[in-house]
């Protein structure tokens, strides 16, 4: 059995919801595959509290941190007893949920042969790039967030896309011998897009404000997708690729994304109907509060984290198993439904 260690790095760290999303995908996978190479018992998740890369790597290969945060959502160290037992009673809960809710669901989901397909095309990919497409004995998975997406440059990490180039690596996988990376923001907010309808292969006009790795992620697999994009003015520029320019149509926008966070109120964002800020705070309330808030515009930041979440499996970490994930709208139900377990609980 393949044991899996996880963590997520960068700082601050203590807020973050990842621990939770890799308890409930591990364990997605774990109910609904047949035979498994890893399982979640057999698993470890930690924060990586730091500022700098190289500790971030450290962590990988020594699988120590000196200073375990303490996780907003206990109130406890991460590692220790509470918070682990608190974790694992929330992924318990919200594993007996197995249908979305349906203010969370799509409405445009792909009938089962298209999924399917995408899903063998996430492994063929994986084996163009040489990317191992089996769970080694000891596996060790990384997200990084910020400051540390444009740190990492390094020939000696092997990349499966162009995220190196964009300084916006956010995933990591050690083989064994070597690091693997990737940058799966971008092709989150492309999946969370499609969850709601908008056809990119048209064409479809994506609004954005903000300078960073996600942004520039972000214009990149949108572009790819068959997309078009508009700048507005942020904190920092953004620059697009050579020979692309920002659309100066009179067209509306079909999505916009504000990486600042500040929900900035040009009048194109606020005529879209379709707006998300990717950043997200501790929620309360009861159940039925917490999917209101998750179901109206502009989207919580929890729709890209799970989003990218599940990219950062199809493409990085376990693309043979990409068949199994859950959907976006599944995860999101779940996760909510553990934050509450956390809540009541803590």
């Not at 203590?14 to 997605?28: E, R």
């Not at 298209?114 to 997200?143: G, I, M």
């Not at 971008?186 to 903000?210: N, P, Q, T, W």
């Not at 997708?225 to 920092?236: D, F, M, P, S």
Request: glycine share 8%.
């Amino acid at each position: 059995m393949a044991q899996v260690r996880y963590a997520i790095s960068g700082h601050p760290v203590s807020h973050s919801l990842s621990p939770l999303l890799f308890g409930l995908v591990i364990s997605n996978v774990e109910k609904f595959g047949k035979k498994m190479e890893f399982n979640f018992k057999n698993s470890s998740i930690e924060l990586v509290e730091t500022s700098a890369i190289e500790d971030a790597l450290g962590w990988g290969y020594a699988g120590h941190t000196p200073n375990a945060p303490s996780w907003e959502y206990t109130g406890a160290a991460f590692g220790k007893y509470r918070t682990q037992a608190l974790l694992g009673r929330a992924i318990e809960a919200a594993m007996e949920v197995e249908d979305s809710d349906q203010r969370l669901a799509t409405k445009f989901e792909s009938k089962l042969e298209v999924q399917s397909e995408l899903a063998r095309s996430f492994l063929l990919d994986a084996k163009s790039h040489h990317l191992p497409t089996h769970c080694l004995e000891k596996e060790v998975w990384l997200n990084l967030t910020a400051p540390l997406k444009h740190q990492l440059s390094s020939e000696a990490v092997s990349t499966i896309d162009n995220s190196m180039a964009l300084q916006a690596v956010n995933t990591l996988r050690w083989d064994g011998q070597g690091w693997w990376c990737a940058g799966v923001d971008g092709f989150g907010v492309v999946s969370i897009a499609r969850h709601h309808g908008v056809v990119l292969e048209k064409g479809a006009l994506l609004g954005i404000v903000g300078g960073g790795g996600a942004a520039r992620a972000t214009v990149d697999a949108w572009l790819k997708a068959g997309g078009n994009v508009r700048l507005y003015a942020g904190r920092r520029p953004l620059e697009l690729p050579q020979g692309v320019e920002s659309d100066r149509s009179d067209q509306p926008l079909d999505f916009a994304v504000d990486f600042d966070g500040k929900e900035v109120h040009h009048s194109e964002f606020e005529s879209c109907r379709l707006q998300l800020i990717p950043n997200y705070q501790l929620m309360k309330g009861d159940l039925e509060t917490r999917i209101k808030q998750l179901a109206t515009t502009p989207l919580d930041g929890r729709w890209m984290l799970v989003a990218q979440h599940l990219e950062a499996w199809k493409r990085l970490w376990a693309p043979q198993y990409a068949e199994l994930l859950p959907s976006i709208g599944l995860l999101l139900t779940q996760l909510i439904h553990a934050e509450n377990s956390l809540e009541t609980h803590a």
